[in-house]
């Protein structure tokens, strides 16, 4: 059984998440945040992490970096509210989604989803990076 952890700040999102992918037969560990979400792979370690990007004390990208020095090979994927901006629209809070998660591209995340997603979605992304 492939093992997941989910690290995100808001409960609910955790719960939900656990839940979706538990019901796809996965184990699933969730933390409120990096440094709990490393300590948990430093103890119990996981075939793919999904994190929040934008989360009080170290952020996901801080995290992601954390996970690259010890687990090189390890699929992430980071996920953060906001995103699509329409031409005639400023959503100052969906361009600095975009910043947080082009950033965690960069700092070697395998995908990047923006919240609200799809459950098929998460489920395609997880299936395909765990696939490989």
Not at 81 to 86: Q, R, S, T
Not at 112 to 118: A, G, R, V, W
Request: charged share 25%.
């Amino acid at each position: 059984m492939k093992k997941i952890l989910v690290i995100d700040d808001e409960e609910d999102i955790r719960i939900v998440l656990q839940q979706v992918l538990e019901l796809e037969g996965y184990e699933v560990a969730v933390a409120a945040d990096g440094r709990e979400g490393l300590a948990i792979l430093d103890q119990d370690g996981a075939d793919l992490v999904i994190t929040d990007v934008i989360m009080p004390g170290m952020d996901g990208v801080e995290t992601l970096e954390h996970i690259r020095e010890k687990w090189s090979d390890m699929p992430v994927i980071v996920i953060s509210g906001g995103g699509n901006v329409a031409p005639m629209e400023y959503q100052p809070a969906a361009i600095a989604t975009n910043a947080y998660l082009e950033s965690a591209r960069q700092a070697g995340a395998a995908l990047s989803i923006t919240k609200p997603f799809e459950r098929k979605e998460l489920l395609d992304a997880v299936g395909s990076l765990l696939s490989q």
